[in-house]
């Protein structure tokens, strides 16, 4: 992680919150003299630049049923604040339309929320691309 420019981390919401295995990442993730400062507490992973893809069976945003219900996005951000990283995220919802008939009408949204995150993705092409 020190050596690391930049961090990709594939994040699915499993039940409203992150997978056990992305907590247990997070808890080794924060230690002190590994990526904080045990005296100051400052974090020693600022300046790198963490991108989260992830990935939503359902839909839980703005104006949607379940908005609010999305843990992964509040949680991250603090989570890895202790080390110095801001998580961006580009995230595709409804991706469980294609497979669950009570969803058949959301296929759809679910195919524009899939393309816009394609094109966040490639956006970050882009952005590497310039930066070099």
Known sequence: MLAADTILLGLPLYNYGPPSSVKAWVDHLVAPGLSLDPVTHEGFLGGRDLLVLGARGGG???????????????????????????????????????????MAALKPLAA?????????????????????
Not at 112 to 132: F, M, V
């Open 60 to 102: 839980d945003g703005a104006g949607t049923p379940r908005e609010g219900w999305d843990h992964v996005e509040q949680w991250l951000p603090h989570g890895v604040s202790m080390v110095g990283l801001e998580p961006r995220f580009i995230t595709a919802e409804l991706t469980l339309a294609d497979v669950v008939p009570q």
């Open 112 to 132: 524009e929320s899939l393309a816009a995150a394609n094109r966040a993705i490639d956006a970050q092409w882009t952005r590497a691309l310039g930066a070099a």
